[in-house]
């Protein structure tokens, strides 16, 4: 069965740049999305389609493409970032909606 | 505002049913394709379902297939979640939640506070 992977743990000094990619078989034919979730909290979308970014996302929050990884960065990280982040796509029909298993950031 | 409002979960003994809503407001709902995604206690993101707009496109995941049926109500602007044959690996927080583009089914940009779903005996 097609999986996303991702590490499952990212540790970043405040200031510092984090990066976390996410790798898959139909990445280079399928988009990919980036969600952020604390703690008793709904996700939130924070990146789209690869690398576009919803309105109300910060700037430090960015996405890229190269084959079958995607990776989010996070760009002079805050405390405020330390969440799980999940990345998710789909298979190669588009059929089936997939999630990575999560990258836990930890803000040091 | 746009806003996703589940309802329905609770306790319920293996092998039982149990029928989740999401009631949706501040955007056309008829526009949009609807997924329910599930995350199991201290458990990563786990995509459920989705049903599109008209009704006509719906798929599952395979570890709930043939037992949760997807529906929707495009003048109530409701979406459901039928689980039969529950099992204790379907506890989990159950959200609804809206793709970021109409007619799309992919990139969810609205998602709903969730749901708790037990499967205890």
């Known amino acids: 069965s097609y999986e996303l992977t991702q590490p499952p743990s990212v540790s970043v000094s405040p200031g510092q740049t984090a990066r976390i990619t996410c790798s898959g078989d139909a990445l280079p034919k399928q988009y990919a999305y980036w969600y952020q979730q604390k703690p008793g909290q709904a996700p939130v979308l924070v990146i789209y389609k690869d690398s576009e970014r919803p309105s109300g996302i910060p700037e430090r929050f960015s996405g890229s493409s190269s084959g079958t990884t995607v990776t989010l960065t996070i760009s002079g990280v805050q405390a405020e970032d330390e969440a799980d982040y999940y990345c998710q796509s789909a298979d190669s029909s588009g059929t089936y909606v997939l999630f990575g298993g999560g990258t836990k950031v930890t803000v040091l | 505002q746009v806003q996703l409002v589940e309802s329905g979960g609770g306790l319920v003994k293996p092998g039982g049913s149990l029928r989740l809503s999401c009631a949706a407001s501040g955007f056309t709902f008829s526009d949009y394709y609807m997924n329910w995604i599930r995350q199991a206690p201290g458990k990563g993101l786990e995509w459920v379902s989705y049903?599109?707009?008209?009704?006509?496109?719906?798929n599952y995941a395979d570890s709930v297939k043939g037992r949760f049926t997807i529906s929707r109500d495009n003048a109530k602007n409701a979406l459901y979640l039928q689980m039969n044959s529950l099992r204790a690996e379907d506890t989990a927080v159950y959200y609804c939640?809206?793709?970021?583009?109409?007619?799309?089914?992919?990139?969810?940009?609205?998602w709903g506070q969730g749901t708790a779903v037990t499967v205890s005996s």
């Open positions: 049903i599109s707009s008209t009704s006509n496109y719906i």
């Open positions: 939640a809206r793709p970021h583009e109409p007619h799309y089914y992919n990139g969810m940009d609205v």
